[in-house]
C-alpha cells in the first residue's frame, strides 16, 4: 500500500469528484470516501427534515433551503473528517460542503485537513478521470 496523506476533492457538481476520486483510491490502494454516500446519515443524526426542507424550498425558494441546509453539511464535513482521521483515504465532498458564507459555520469546519484542502488546485475541464489522477499523484509526489 501507498503510504498517503487524506486527499480531499472539492468541487463544482458534475466536476467529476466521485469518478475522479475512485480512480485515486484504487491508484493509492486506500478507500474512498464519498460524502455523497454517507451525508443523508450524518444530516439525520442531527435531525435533518427532509418536509421542513421542502417546506422552505416551497415557502422561501433555494435560498431559504440552502439556509437550512448549511448546518447540516457543516455537520457532515466534521464528521466524515474526524471518521478518517486516523487513516490514508481519498475523501469527495459533496458541492456544497466545502463552502461557508457563515464564518460560525465555516469556523466549526475548519479541522486540520482544512487547510490542506485548496493547496492544490487542478481543473478537470476537457481532461479524462485518469489524467486528472496522474496530474493530482504527480503533484503530491505519489505516481
Same mark, same amino acid.
Given at each position: 500500500?501507498?503510504?498517503?496523506?487524506?486527499?480531499?476533492?472539492? !468541487? &463544482?457538481?458534475?466536476?467529476?469528484?466521485?469518478?475522479?476520486?475512485? +480512480?485515486?483510491?484504487?491508484?493509492?490502494?486506500?478507500?474512498?470516501? &464519498?460524502?455523497?454516500?454517507?451525508?443523508?446519515?450524518?444530516?439525520? =443524526?442531527?435531525?435533518?427534515?427532509? =418536509?421542513?426542507?421542502?417546506?422552505?424550498?416551497?415557502? =422561501?425558494?433555494?435560498?431559504?433551503?440552502?439556509?437550512?441546509?448549511?448546518? *447540516?453539511?457543516?455537520?457532515?464535513?466534521?464528521?466524515?473528517? &474526524? @471518521?478518517?482521521?486516523?487513516?490514508?483515504?481519498?475523501?469527495? *465532498?459533496?458541492? !456544497? +460542503?466545502?463552502?461557508? @458564507?457563515? &464564518?460560525?459555520?465555516?469556523q466549526k469546519v475548519r479541522h486540520p485537513s482544512n487547510s490542506q484542502l485548496a493547496k492544490f488546485t487542478v481543473y478537470t475541464q476537457n481532461q479524462t478521470p485518469n489524467e486528472t489522477?496522474?496530474?493530482?499523484?504527480?503533484?503530491?509526489?505519489?505516481?
Amino acid at each position: 500500500m501507498v503510504t498517503s496523506p487524506n486527499i480531499v476533492l472539492i !468541487g &463544482s457538481m458534475g466536476a467529476g469528484k466521485s469518478t475522479i476520486g475512485k +480512480h485515486l483510491a484504487a491508484r493509492l490502494n486506500v478507500e474512498q470516501c &464519498s460524502m455523497d454516500e454517507k451525508r443523508w446519515n450524518y444530516y439525520n =443524526e442531527i435531525g435533518y427534515d427532509e =418536509e421542513l426542507a421542502e417546506f422552505k424550498r416551497a415557502t =422561501e425558494g433555494f435560498w431559504g433551503v440552502y439556509q437550512y441546509w448549511k448546518p *447540516f453539511e457543516a455537520y457532515a464535513v466534521e464528521r466524515l473528517l &474526524s @471518521e478518517n482521521k486516523n487513516k490514508a483515504c481519498v475523501i469527495d *465532498f459533496g458541492a !456544497g +460542503h466545502s463552502v461557508y @458564507e457563515d &464564518s460560525t459555520l465555516f469556523q466549526k469546519v475548519r479541522h486540520p485537513s482544512n487547510s490542506q484542502l485548496a493547496k492544490f488546485t487542478v481543473y478537470t475541464q476537457n481532461q479524462t478521470p485518469n489524467e486528472t489522477c496522474r496530474k493530482i499523484l504527480a503533484i503530491l509526489n505519489l505516481g
